[in-house]
């Protein structure tokens, strides 16, 4: 024998069925759609956090290059028309050098004032006949020409003709008295070249080295050299510079920037250009014109480099690195164009350190996930109460259907025969008190029948409109089987069927609703009788076991296969439908027992064989 507890409903396989379906088609496919969306938003994080990080430091860039923008606008505006102040202004770094629009351009040949002088001529005349007058003559001009560019010259002559005489000693004497402190200190000559600057480079090539003098003379050249308040022409001044460097190792701080100044006259023009870092015709070298249009800063491309990137540095970091590369330079990540006043540079940054744009990646991928799973959750919530009232209301239809086919099945047969019944006793003529007695037996045991059925509809209307409603009280084990046998006495009484009732005296009181206990072993009784061919041997039992007062019917019938153990339970179920046709019944039964009995907080267990007979038991526990 097997056991089988409940239940479900009759009918429900297809809504369930249904509501399966409705699971897969309106949750399942949302839900995977959902996997999908995030799966995807996911994959693209990466890409997202990293253009968004890219955005950020775009933002960085722009700021970059307004700082660079604003730093040249500045540059151009602090730079000094004065060529006195190219040392001052190279020192200071604003510029690697400097050329001035006008003053750099060389000037045009004056005309030689000394050309249709007689003593000058006559001068000239001596020297070129090697005469040892010559120096004397040239001396005299010096000494009476207020001119310091006439007096120069005549002393340069001077010191030309003492020399092509032989006499070193009486030249550098002559440089002495007219080039370091005289009147022709300050001469110039025909091209505009202070005369004293080279006849003191001169005097320093005469001189030997361990001289006295010497160190003294190297230090006055120096420092005029070094002096650009003297109208020292740039070109006469980088020749004198670099003679002095090979000369005495001078170091001169502006040679340099005189180089490239003298570079870019070689090649390029003194003329102002466009605002802003432009391309000058030396390579590697750029201009700034200043705002005033007359100066030209010349920055050499490490020069520009540098001063941008006392910008970058500050706002690299080591996760991220700006740089910033000249025109026709490929930078390396993204780049930005520097801004009107940079034309072509560009700045540009790479990522060194990709955890941050990984961090980021995961942050939001933990967000679109819980995101996700909330609208999963949702759509599951909501899938799962449409489902519900989807099978509700199938369950609802399904048993309007069954209620309906029963009611009509069960009350045709009872009233059909008690009304052929009835119709034969009105058709004899005379009554035979026998025969109506028997027929009135018959018709009272139809009534019987009916009134059970409609119990049992009405309490299964109650239970599914939730409206049963339980008395528990104190209730004597031996009273229910007592009631529930002697409603049923009549039918038990039949000649064929031999009932036994065995109540264990003393059971302890239950808590349950006894009319309630009443219809839960009717059912069972009638069951027992219904489903128990000739020979019916049903027995009624009441006992306790192990704080539990259990009922068993029991009968020796047709049984009932072990896989109909949980189906018999369910609402409309019927194994054999043929069979309860002659029988009656509507598969409602078992339904209430279980019903009932699991509202008593308990099961009923079913231990049954096809044509083995049937035991059913409802536990039930004591009342404390
Ligand atoms: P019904 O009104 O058809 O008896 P029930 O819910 O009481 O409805 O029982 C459901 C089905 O279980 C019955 O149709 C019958 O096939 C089977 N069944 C119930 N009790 C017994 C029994 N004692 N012996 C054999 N079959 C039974």
């Known amino acids: 024998m097997q056991f089988g507890t409940r239940l479900g409903s009759a009918g429900q396989d297809r809504s369930t069925w ?6 897969v088609v309106a949750v399942l496919a949302p839900t995977a759609c959902v996997f999908w969306f995030m799966n995807d938003a996911a994959r693209n994080q990466a890409d997202a956090a990293r253009m968004s990080l890219t ?38 770094g604003l510029a690697d050098s400097v050329v001035y629009v006008n003053s750099d351009v060389p000037p045009a040949l004056a005309a030689d004032p000394l050309s249709d002088r007689a003593d000058w001529r006559s001068a000239e005349a001596l020297e070129s006949r090697n005469a040892s007058a010559a120096p004397a003559a040239y001396a005299a001009i010096a000494k009476a020409d207020s001119d310091p560019s006439v007096a120069a010259r005549a002393a340069q002559a001077q010191v030309r003709s003492l020399l092509r005489a032989g006499q070193k000693a009486d030249a550098l004497q002559a440089i002495r008295e007219n080039f370091v402190t005289g009147r022709a200190a300050k001469g110039t000559d025909l091209q505009g070249r202070l005369i004293a600057a080279d ?11 361990r001289d006295r003098p010497y160190t003294a003379a190297v230090e006055h050249l120096s420092s005029l050299l070094n002096d650009y308040h003297a109208a020292i022409p740039p070109a006469q001044r980088l020749f004198l510079m670099g003679q002095l460097r090979t000369l005495a190792h001078v170091d001169f701080p502006t040679y340099e920037a005189e180089r490239l100044r003298a570079q870019f006259l070689e090649v390029d023009s003194a003329q102002p250009g466009e605002p802003g870092i432009q391309a000058s015709r030396v390579p590697g070298v750029w201009k700034l014109t200043a705002k005033t249009g007359r100066v030209i800063a010349l920055y050499r491309t490490e020069t520009v480099l540098a001063s941008a990137r006392s910008f970058l540095d500050r706002q690299n970091s080591s996760s991220v690195r700006f740089a910033i590369t000249p025109p026709g330079s490929a930078g390396a990540g993204e780049s930005f164009s520097a801004g009107p006043l940079l034309p072509g540079w560009q ?5 060194l350190d990709t955890k941050a744009v990984d961090d980021l990646a995961r942050q939001r991928t933990v967000s679109y996930f819980w995101v996700g799973y909330l609208v999963i959750a949702a759509i599951a919530v909501t899938g799962l109460m449409v489902g519900q009232s989807f099978r509700r209301q199938a369950r609802l239809a399904h048993l309007k259907t069954d209620l309906v086919a029963a009611v009509s099945h069960e009350l045709k047969t009872p009233l059909a025969s008690m009304r052929v019944l009835v119709d034969s006793l009105l058709e004899d003529a005379e009554f035979n008190p026998r025969k109506t007695r028997e027929y009135l037996e018959l018709i009272a045991g139809e009534n019987t029948r009916l009134t059970r059925l409609m119990e049992n509809f009405l309490t299964f209307s109650r239970i599914e409109r939730n409206r049963q409603r339980f008395a528990f009280a104190e209730t004597k084990p031996a009273d229910v089987v007592q009631a529930a046998v002697n409603a049923m006495r009549d039918r038990l009484q039949a000649p064929d069927c031999h009932l036994r009732v065995d109540v264990t005296p003393e059971l302890p009181v239950l808590n349950a609703d006894q009319d309630a206990l009443v219809t839960v072993l009717l059912n069972l009784l009638d069951n027992a009788f219904k489903y128990t061919r000739e020979d019916k041997r049903i027995s009624i039992h009441a006992y306790s076991q192990d704080g539990h007062v259990v009922f068993a019917v029991e009968d020796n019938g047709i049984g009932i296969p072990a896989r109909e153990h949980k189906r018999i339970f369910r609402r409309f179920y019927q194994i054999d439908r043929r069979l309860t046709r002659e029988t009656g019944g509507c598969g409602l039964g078992l339904s209430i027992v279980d019903f009932i009995v699991r509202a008593h907080g308990s099961e009923v267990r079913v231990q049954s064989e096809a044509g083995a007979g049937s035991a059913f038991q409802v536990l039930l526990p004591c009342a404390s």
């Open 18 to 23: 249904m509501a399966v379906l409705f699971l």
């Open 55 to 92: 955005e950020a430091y775009r933002g960085q860039m722009r700021f970059l290059r307004d700082n660079l923008e604003s730093f040249w606008q500045k540059r151009a505006a602090d730079l000094s028309d004065s060529p006195v102040d190219f040392r001052k202004m190279v020192m200071a």
């Open 199 to 209: 006849e003191r480079m001169l005097a320093l090539q005469l001189m030997n080295a």
């Open 347 to 351: 700045i540009s940054f790479s990522l």
